[in-house]
């Protein structure tokens, strides 16, 4: 694995961003380079910062970025700071060995070390905390979207409210953004995702104007089903025509918390 001064990279990335493309640019991003600790001002929190997000770090975990750099700012400010990384950003849970890639504002698992050395490209692989850092990333308006392919094949996926969906048909693959749009995932990154959506996500289907709301019976009854409802949702992820098809209809509301 290649490895590099993060303070090198930032320097580099600032200045080809801000000649390209403006301050505005870096707009929601930590005002730090990475790898530095962030304190709240009259606060005892602590944020890691990687790809220009910040992380928090539980009381517990403080030791474990003693070493680094801390920049001391208002509370407020740091709350304004996005949570997800910037595109390429490489990380890992602290104490775990999965590495991941952000594609789309999404973390793509990179499966091994091979796929790996395909990406780093000389970057950094941050030890980000351990607490509950995959949250950010959920979309609870269901409305985001990607188009991906994993690296050296040529299928190309929906992926939306955390499912897959394999698109073969050039009207749906235009439909969702067109091949312009695809973004390359990790080789091997779609075999953990379901095609099924996460549980309580608002869907429907491309050429329908139903909408559904995914979940379960109750515990004891297994497999995901979806319900029609008449609330007026304003945002909803939208799916292939079909691609809920698969899962039951049920008449009655479904939960997902019991």
Not at 235 to 241: E, H, I, K, L
Request: charged share 15%; glycine share 10%; proline share 7%.
């Amino acid at each position: 694995m290649r490895v590099t001064s993060p303070l090198a990279c930032i320097t580099r990335w600032l200045v080809l961003g801000l000649s390209l493309f403006g301050a505005q640019a870096f707009a929601g991003y930590v005002d730090a380079p990475d790898d530095v600790v962030l304190l709240g001002i009259g606060t005892s929190n602590r944020y890691y910062v990687a790809g220009g997000a910040r992380f928090y770090i539980p009381p517990a975990q403080h030791s474990l970025y003693s070493g680094r750099t801390t920049v001391a700012l208002p509370q407020a400010t740091i709350d304004g700071y996005t949570q997800v990384p910037r595109d390429g950003t490489l990380f890992r849970q602290i104490g775990s060995s999965r590495i991941y890639v952000v594609v789309g504002q999404r973390p793509w698992w990179i499966p091994n070390a091979t796929e790996l050395d395909a990406w780093d490209d000389w970057r950094v692989v941050y030890d980000i905390p351990n607490s509950n850092w995959s949250d950010p990333f959920i979309d609870f308006t269901y409305a985001q979207s990607l188009l991906v392919m994993e690296r050296t094949t040529s299928d190309i996926y929906l992926w939306v409210a955390g499912a897959k969906y394999l698109l073969t048909d050039p009207s749906d693959i235009a439909y969702f953004g067109g091949y312009g749009s695809v973004k390359w995932v990790p080789l091997g990154t779609l075999a953990e995702i379901s095609s099924e959506p996460w549980c309580g996500a608002v869907v429907r289907e491309r050429s329908s104007s139903t909408v559904y709301v995914t979940g379960f019976i109750n515990p004891s009854t297994p497999g995901m089903r979806k319900y029609a409802t008449t609330y007026p949702y304003t945002a909803y992820g939208v799916v292939p025509d079909g691609a809920l098809s698969g899962l039951p209809t049920s008449s009655y509301g479904l939960a997902c918390i019991w």
